[in-house]
């Protein structure tokens, strides 16, 4: 099963972290964690991927756990625009990227 | 960019007619796929392809039909809709030269069964 567990919700204060945690217990060690995010109406967007190594970019941190069961995603500031739902996906190589219910992340003014 | 593009963004049927979701890429990726978005839950596979002529099927595939002519198209066809198929559809893309590449999706396309 290529699923990953993450809670329904989770809120934060605006300009406070936000760490979005997964749980990905049965991954293969060729298999990528990939995270996007769905704004309102719109469509998924990607925001970061990684193997073993915690990966930055201009959205986010990835933190990866040594032995490779869980990541966090890191909002270092997170913003009103930041509202959205996040998922954290196994990539397998393959061709059937399976979504989850990911996590709806509020935040407050 | 244009990116993905899916047309209509909203449609309404009658239970029983056909009709056919269009989706365009213009990165010139090999993967294209099709989800359903049910309201409050995630994303399930309907069809996907991985290149001209190459199609199979995804986790939710009764009552749709997908053909991949070239490249940059890959439309959805409903035969008979039906009101289970009230949904927000989406399309996404990779490239394959990387599997490991991110999907881009589109902005979807509302329909509504009656």
């Known amino acids: 099963d290529a699923k990953t567990t993450q809670p329904n919700s989770m809120e934060s204060n605006e300009e406070e972290p936000v760490h979005l945690p997964c749980n990905h217990s049965t991954i293969s060690g060729t298999d990528y964690i990939h995270w996007y995010r769905q704004l309102p109406s719109q469509g998924p967007e990607y925001v970061i991927h990684?193997?073993?190594s915690n990966v930055n970019n201009r959205m986010a941190s990835l933190a990866i756990a040594e032995d490779r069961k869980s990541s966090t995603l890191i909002l270092h500031r997170a913003t009103l625009r930041d509202a959205a739902v996040y998922y954290c996906?196994?990539?397998?190589?393959?061709?059937?990227?399976?979504f989850g219910a990911g996590t709806r992340l509020f935040v407050k003014a | 960019n244009a990116g993905v593009t899916q047309t209509p963004k909203f449609q309404v049927l009658k239970t029983g007619q056909s009709m056919t979701l269009q989706c365009a890429q213009d990165m010139n990726h090999e993967y294209m796929s099709w989800y359903r978005q049910d309201p409050g839950m995630g994303l399930r596979l309907i069809h996907y392809s991985v290149g001209a002529g190459i199609t199979d099927q995804g986790e939710v595939p009764n009552g749709y039909n997908v053909s991949r002519s070239t490249t940059e198209d890959f439309p959805l066809r409903l035969l008979s809709a039906a009101p289970s198929q009230t949904s927000v559809y989406f399309c996404?893309?990779?490239?394959?030269?990387?599997?490991?590449?991110?999907?881009?999706f589109g902005n979807g396309t509302r329909l509504t069964v009656t």
């Open positions: 990684g193997l073993t």
């Open positions: 996404a893309s990779r490239g394959t030269g990387n599997y490991n590449s991110p999907l881009h």
């Open positions: 996906i196994r990539d397998t190589g393959g061709f059937k990227t399976i």
